[in-house]
């Protein structure tokens, strides 16, 4: 220990005893002297009167997670402000409104719901536990998720920053720190949306919402926390199982860990259990491989997850992992993906992850989750995450009840003449896609949502463009060089390169989108036929609509119009549980008959005009006959298995054509 951290420590014992009557503020804080008020939004949920204002208290990045950590989330001090303003930021000086972190400032819970919220000032002050920086430990600040660009300052100085809205970001604030009391911080935060000057990947976001796209998310929308690591500490955790017990694990380490020789221990548990079952030393920052003896493997009908601790130095994160494998190969004749070399049907709806209360953010955990109950208790086996990515817990929920996850990464807008903005190239009839600058944006952005997610062992396939949005149509090879991209950073998925539209014939899907009724993998198409050396995928199909009430309807006016633009409206329940069997019916007949592998019912919820989801945009209302949704969704895995009556699997993943002889 060195002299300084002694004389620290003990000053900061003399603190922590202190501390625990005298309630330290930072010297010009009125925080809390402005109420928080939740505003009257359009629609509200049954969570939204239960959010208060401590939400999503959970820790939230459950695979690389800290035992000693502190929630930020709460009322905060908010501003809007302007692009002038961005380099004086409001050291020690009061905001104008309260703001509850983490929902969106368009969102009824953060107590603002504004519209272009292209400029923020967000602050709000924090104690740190005297512990955490007495002893030689590092104290990170972490951010789930900002919408779009953030510069984070602590007492008065720039502490880092970042660009991207769906990506969680640390940043190592020990040094920031004050010894006296409560620290400062402040976000100045830039969400341009789709203004005219911008083009960056944003899923369903509009300025001005339309029937399918809706209402943006601006600054904080996930939880913020701080959290105290080692003085060399671990920045992620890349984690593989597979069915054969092979475990590839990288731990990335802090650019403070120099000693790159440097090693780290490995302890994978029972299930359910805090007996070892495997325990292993290897290098940081380079793959490491071990073999554990016959694991309980994941799949959908038995989620079985391992947790896992890993120590580095003085710091210990824990984890967990599924042991699985994703490939795909030929059955009778077929190409079809497999789960732990057998032929698995994906069949689930399109996920929005759109909330009345809370746009991007769910009002809690509890809400995110039920939607998810809902899918694997109707006996869905898949969510395709559409366009957007959701909070590490919503993974961490499918990987626990058991739902693939088919993940989009979340779209560009594509600019239609004549609404480009001016100057821009365009031809009439012909969408401008986006400059080199913005494809750029486009890649990085699709680099970290791999990264970011990769070791969730629910995600079976990840989805580069939805329907052309975003898409370099007029260099098709950009489709197969991100297809290689992606296939780099993680080689263990499928890639669906294009869902609907311009398929170029890169990827492992035939994926065709298709309304009402699906054509998947059919003889008889409309659009592009099936290409036979791809898996035949139905994106989407569905969308049949029924309006709501006026209690679970988006009361906005723009959205009410539009909700005549559905495919198809059905008069009443009944009607519509009549034309979704249907649907289901001839999507099993299909894939009875033909070579169909997988769907996408569209949609989880409503969402604003939107009226065709399963449930109501409020989740009040859950649409489905159970009983005859049950049945319908059993028939189509029922005709998955008897369409592929195997003898035998030929495995056609990976450069090595490995041949496996798996029944079914
Ligand atoms: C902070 O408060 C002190 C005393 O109330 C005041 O003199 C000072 O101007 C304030 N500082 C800022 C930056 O508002
Ligand atoms: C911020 O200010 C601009 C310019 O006055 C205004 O258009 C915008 O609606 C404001 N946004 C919010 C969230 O208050
Ligand atoms: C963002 O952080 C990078 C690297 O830490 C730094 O070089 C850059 O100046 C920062 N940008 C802003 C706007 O603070
Ligand atoms: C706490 O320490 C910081 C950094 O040394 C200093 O700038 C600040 O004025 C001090 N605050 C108080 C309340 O003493
Ligand atoms: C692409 O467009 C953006 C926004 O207009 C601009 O900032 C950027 O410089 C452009 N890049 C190129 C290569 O033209
Ligand atoms: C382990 O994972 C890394 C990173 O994804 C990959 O490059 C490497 O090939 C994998 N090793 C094995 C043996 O699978
Ligand atoms: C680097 O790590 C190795 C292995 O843990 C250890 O033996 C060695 O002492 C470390 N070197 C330094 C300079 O810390
Ligand atoms: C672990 O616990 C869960 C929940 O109680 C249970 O469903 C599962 O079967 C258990 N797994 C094993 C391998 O014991
Ligand atoms: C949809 O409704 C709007 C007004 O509610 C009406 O103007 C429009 O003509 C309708 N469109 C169709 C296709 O019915
Ligand atoms: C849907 O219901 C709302 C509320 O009753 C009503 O205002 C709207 O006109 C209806 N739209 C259609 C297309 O039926």
Redesign the pocket.
Known sequence: MRLTDLVLGLVSTAFAVESRSVRRQY?NDTLGTLPYELKTGPLDTEWTSKVGTSPWPEYPRPQLARSEWKNLNGVWQYSNTTWEERDNPPFGRDLDKSVLVPFCLESALSGIMGSNAYYSWYRTSFDVDFSWIASDKRVLLNFGAVDYEANVYV?GKAAGNNTGGYFHFSVDVTDLL????TNELILYIHDPTNTQYSNIPLGKQRLNPDHINYTPCSGIWQTVWLESAGREYITQLDVDANMDGKVNVTVHTSPNAVNSSGTFEITIFEPNSTDIKVQKTGSINQPFTFEVDSPNLWSPESPTLYDISVQFGSDSVKSYTGFRTISKGEVDGVVRPLLNGKFVFLFGPLDQGFWPDGLHSPPSVEAMEYDLHVLKDVGFNMVRKHIKIEPGLFYKACDTLGLLVVQDMPSMPTYWYPSNPPGWPSERGKPYYINSTQQEVFEHELARMIEQLKSHPSIVTWVIYNEGWGQNIDDIGTDWRLTDLVRSLDPTRLVDSVTGWNDHGAGDYSDNHHYSGALCGTPFWSGLAYDEKRIAFQGEFGGIGLNASIENLWKVDQAIAQINSTYELTKNTNTWNYRTHNLLAELAAQTKDFACSGAVYTQTTDVEGEVNGLLTYDRRVNRMDITQWKDDIRAIFDAAHSRAVTKETRNIKGLDEEVRMVGL
Do not use: L, S
């Open positions: 010297p007492n004050n010894t006296n009391g």
